[in-house]
């Protein structure tokens, strides 16, 4: 069956810094793979995608890369912002999913100025 | 606003008590999602929905009910739930498909005294 893992959190970083979440990813086939971000007291929002091997996914300065031989979709930020701080969730849907997207458990960022 | 809607947003129960989560989404997706995010626990899919059918029933206790009267309606019908049902309830909805993202709402945020 298909299944997320990313790194554990929280991770805490000071403001300007380079910001790496790690994903990697068990399915068959060729998912489609997602970055989701919540914000406090927020639902989830789509933060990037890609849908096929070496696609680069990219949204206000975020950035992962589909790396199909290393099964990973790795979240990269030049300089986090304080605002930046939230839960980041790695994501996957394929034909073996079913209807729905395989979670990973979330990264917790804090920025701190 | 991401066109999926949740109400309420936040609701005070007691365990004696019934009541219904509503989700509503106009995007014309074709499925509809039910997922409890519970303080230090993953994302937990609980049910889904596909054109008005559920398709998916992830072992949730009978005391919720869902509910799809129609393709943009989706409902968590709520009776004599436990204390450790606190969570943020989240409804989604997406065009079923392999690349498609997940539209979520911000979620219910449940209290059960």
């Known amino acids: ?113 | 606003e991401t066109g999926v809607t949740q109400t309420p947003r936040h609701l005070v129960m007691g365990m004696t008590n019934k009541k219904s989560l509503k989700c509503e989404q106009h995007l014309g997706h074709n499925a509809m999602y039910w997922y409890k995010q519970s303080a230090k626990k993953p994302l937990e899919l609980m049910f889904v929905y596909s054109l008005e059918e559920r398709v998916e029933n992830n072992s949730v206790p009978s005391r919720f009910s869902p509910e799809c009267p129609n393709s943009s309606h989706l409902f968590l019908h709520l009776h004599t739930l436990q204390p450790e049902d606190s969570a943020l309830y989240l409804c989604a909805s997406r065009d079923r498909g392999g690349g498609t993202e997940a539209f979520f709402g911000q979620g219910t945020r449940l209290t059960v005294v």
């Open chain 1, 1 to 113: 069956g298909n299944s997320v893992t990313q790194m554990e959190g929280p991770v805490t970083l000071s403001e300007e810094a380079f910001l790496t979440i790690n994903c990697t990813y068990t399915a068959t086939g060729y998912p489609s793979l997602f970055w989701y971000v919540q914000y406090p007291g927020e639902g989830l929002q789509l933060l990037l995608k890609a849908t096929k091997a070496d696609d680069k996914g990219s949204n206000k300065g975020f950035e992962a890369t589909y790396r199909k031989e290393t099964t990973s979709f790795h979240l990269e930020k030049g300089s986090v912002q304080v605002s930046d701080s939230a839960v980041y969730f790695c994501a996957l849907s394929n034909s073996n999913s079913g209807y729905a997207l395989n979670f990973g458990k979330g990264t917790s960022l804090l920025v701190t100025p």
